[in-house]
């Protein structure tokens, strides 16, 4: 049973470009939620996404988008980069039922 | 102030002590959570609990509600304990407010 696979693992961008990061979720699990971590930092809260639409959101601009998929898979987008969201970015997922949230290992942007 | 805070931010023990890291929270939580972050990125879910106590091997977990207040105890360390590890609050659905994480090295 695969977990929350993330991909890429590592990317470099350049300040102004856009991104696109994908997470599969753990099988049997329909939420998803997105954070960003910068070194040496807790993760902060993007998003969560849930029956395709987003569900919550944290205070990051409207640069930061998602999508989720009918399969649950979902994406982040990032437009008009900047040096400040070089960070690791996580994925969870989770039923909506409470029970603990299985991470991915990270996708690391770096922006040149 | 953070919502969810850490302490100690860093921390280097011997190994076989007993290690407490400690979490405090101001806000509403359903929740308490505490993670394992090893060096590269994946974090792992080691307990999730809203009272009382939990225990999982030399891991222990404690929460005290009216203090807003929990503990992680980590008994007879070993240096393959060493990690970063995070609190987090569960606050509306899902969601989690992390803490800094506290960064511990177990020493041989």
């Known amino acids: 049973d695969a977990g929350v696979t993330q991909s890429p693992t590592h990317l470099i961008k350049t300040r102004g470009q856009q991104v696109t990061l994908r997470c599969s979720p753990k099988?049997?699990?329909?939420?998803v939620s997105w954070y960003q971590q910068a070194l040496g930092q807790g993760p902060q809260f993007i998003f969560q996404y849930y029956e395709e639409e987003e569900r919550q959101r944290g205070n990051f601009p409207d640069r930061f988008s998602g999508h989720q998929f009918p399969n649950y898979s979902s994406e982040l987008n990032v437009n008009a980069l900047l040096l400040g969201d070089s960070a690791l970015y996580l994925c969870a997922s989770s039923t909506r039922s409470n029970q603990p949230q299985h991470f991915g290992d990270g996708t690391r942007l770096s922006i040149l | 102030k953070n919502e969810v805070e850490q302490s100690p931010q860093n921390l280097t023990a011997q190994e076989g002590e007993f290690i407490t890291i400690n979490c405090s929270y101001s806000v509403g939580i359903s929740a308490l959570h505490w993670l394992q972050q090893h060096p590269g990125g994946g974090i792992v879910s080691l307990f999730m609990?809203?009272?009382g106590k939990k225990k999982h091997g030399r891991l222990i977990a404690t929460i005290n509600i009216q203090e807003k207040h929990s503990s992680l105890h980590i008994t007879a360390s070993h240096p393959r304990d060493s990690a970063v590890y995070i609190c987090a609050g569960q606050t509306s659905g899902s969601r989690l407010t992390f803490g800094e994480g506290t960064q511990l090295t177990v020493n041989p």
């Open positions: 609990l809203s009272s």
């Open positions: 099988s049997g699990h329909d939420t």
